[in-house]
């Protein structure tokens, strides 16, 4: 109950609705665009280049992590104002802006077309939508109104659709994410209720205090995920975080944080996990654990780590799972922080400060 009087005083723009919607938003967009196709006839790519900032690049980089495992084609995904110089005819460029506004995603799809690169963008409208109409690009609108951030079932469902059409991505993916919905819609149901028991995401994020969080992910798996979840504490919780990714942290990474445990013990290591991750990869984490002193810790002591998985049949259906629980994961953590999940005043003054004149 205390949790639901938090929720009234703080989430003044309703960020519980964002989340909780986030399946709703993937079903909408295959329903809306179901047989989507490009004005011009479609030409295989050699090559896909993602183009995204923030909460709109994130979903870019979960996709790459499938086309990994169901494509040929390579994919590489971009944040910055500059693309690559093998950007050129035969590259698909996905330009991804919630707003259309974002500056670097516009200069850089701007310089990919100079190249050769065939554009198609996603956005709720702005700049990027009226570039599309000047130059006859392709444009998929999704809707407005939301942080981007909290957008991301609108733009991950929108650029699977466009990858499939361009036969990047098998057909049976978008059976996938219409799986992944019904399984968020369903957990989001429980995660959404601060009031029921055991709930994995408030759980989590209760262990938090004033400690930093240190996510791990794991490459082919859950890499995406770790930097999704660091980058939600910011942004909603309002907390600084790291991560990084196995079986990379074990060669350099374990030694400062094992120092750093050693001297402060204010460190929350959180492990994403996945059923498919690499058998070594699975024995590397545990020994990381026990090295760095996060795993055997006296029974009086708050515990020095967690680990979440998502639940599904597939890799992409646990994806989504586990997107959902660290979101909530996220939006809980603010909560508990007495900060309002939306508020991000400092990214709007830089931005307003980033304006010309």
Known sequence: MEMKKQIESLDTSDMWSAIKGCPGQITHILDTYAGWAPRQAVEAPRQVLYLGMGGSAIGGDLVRVWTERLSRVPMAVVRGYTVPCWTGAGTLVLASS???????????????????????????GGQLSQLCQTEGWDFVQIPGGLQPRAAIGYSLAAVTLVLVAFQVLPPSVLDELSAGARLMAAEGEYWG???RSENEPLEAAGLIGKRLPVVYGAMGTTEALALRLRCQLAENSKLFASHHVLPEQNHNEIVGLAERIKDTGDALVIWLTDADDHPRVKLRQELAARLMGTKGQPQSSPPMECTLAGSGESLIQRNFSLLHKIDWLSYYAALLRDCDPSAIDLLTQLKNEMKPG
């Open 193 to 195: 209720d601060p009031d």
């Open 98 to 124: 919630y707003s259309g506004d974002t500056e670097e995603t516009l200069a850089a799809t701007r310089q990919a077309a100079e190249q050769g690169g065939r554009v198609v963008a996603v956005a709720s």
